[in-house]
T-cell receptor, first 112, second 111 residues
Framework: DAMVIQNPRYQVTQFGKPVTLSCSQT?????MYWYQQKSSQAPKLLFH???????NEADTPDNFQSRRPNTSFCFLDIRSPGLGDAAMYLC???????????FGDGTRLSIL | GQQVMQIPQYQHVQEGEDFTTYCNSS?????IQWYKQRPGGHPVFLIQ?????EVKKQKRLTFQFGEAKKNSSLHITATQTTDVGTYFC???????????FGGGTRLMVKP
């Protein structure tokens, strides 16, 4: 089945230690998104790629970076995780920007 | 900036009762999407409304888009325990080129 896959499901890292989360899709969608979701809150968009064009949200901290080496894969790099970065990170895809988004299962990040 | 407000934030209902969540935007939307997120799960797309005054049904769920395309509602008839979760609306407008999520309504159903 076509889907959005995130690895790992759970990630534990140390304060300040860089971490990379990955997302892959078999939907061949043009757009890939990264969201941060904290408990009892709505998903907060960090950035998205439309094909190779990167779009950063204005309030996304510089600590968060992303890479999309090809259509299928997208990575979220957190350069120096702080305690406030502990959250669920959701990857999503869509055919184009205003179309419904398909979410992966998410990666729950814990910071020690 | 664009804001999408959703009420109520929480709703407890007895199984079999109806449930409605409301979504209001500060600006006119080109479309609105609804998602459901089960506890511990990820958002799952339910439906998209595009036309002014549009009404769509999915079994016990009825979705409406307001005439001014600034508000929307989701109504569930005769709730079941499987309806438990958080329902998010998300509005899209071309200016700004982004989808804005409402804060969500968490539905809890007592059997």
């Amino acid at each position: 089945d076509a889907m959005v896959i995130q690895n790992p499901r759970y990630q534990v890292t140390q304060f300040g230690k860089p971490v990379t989360l990955s997302c892959s899709q078999t939907l061949n969608h043009n757009v890939m998104y990264w969201y941060q979701q904290k408990s009892s809150q709505a998903p907060k968009l960090l950035f998205h790629y439309y094909d190779k064009d990167f779009n950063n949200e204005a309030d996304t901290p510089d600590n968060f970076q992303s890479r999309r080496p090809n259509t299928s894969f997208c990575f979220l790099d957190i350069r120096s995780p702080g305690l406030g970065d502990a959250a669920m990170y959701l990857c999503a895809t869509s055919t184009t920007l205003n179309q419904p988004q398909h979410f992966g299962d998410g990666t729950r990040l814990s910071i020690l | 900036g664009q804001q999408v407000m959703q009420i109520p934030q929480y709703q407890h209902v007895q199984e079999g009762e109806d449930f409605t969540t409301y979504c209001n935007s500060s600006t006119t939307l080109s479309n609105i999407q609804w998602y459901k997120q089960r506890p511990g799960g990820h958002p799952v797309f339910l439906i998209q409304l595009v036309k002014s005054g549009e009404v769509k049904k999915q079994k016990r769920l009825t979705f409406q888009f307001g005439e001014a395309k600034k508000n929307s509602s989701l109504h569930i008839t005769a709730t079941q325990t499987t309806d438990v979760g958080t329902y998010f609306c998300a509005g899209w407008r071309y200016a700004g080129n982004m989808l804005t999520f409402g804060g969500g309504t968490r539905l809890m159903v007592k059997p």
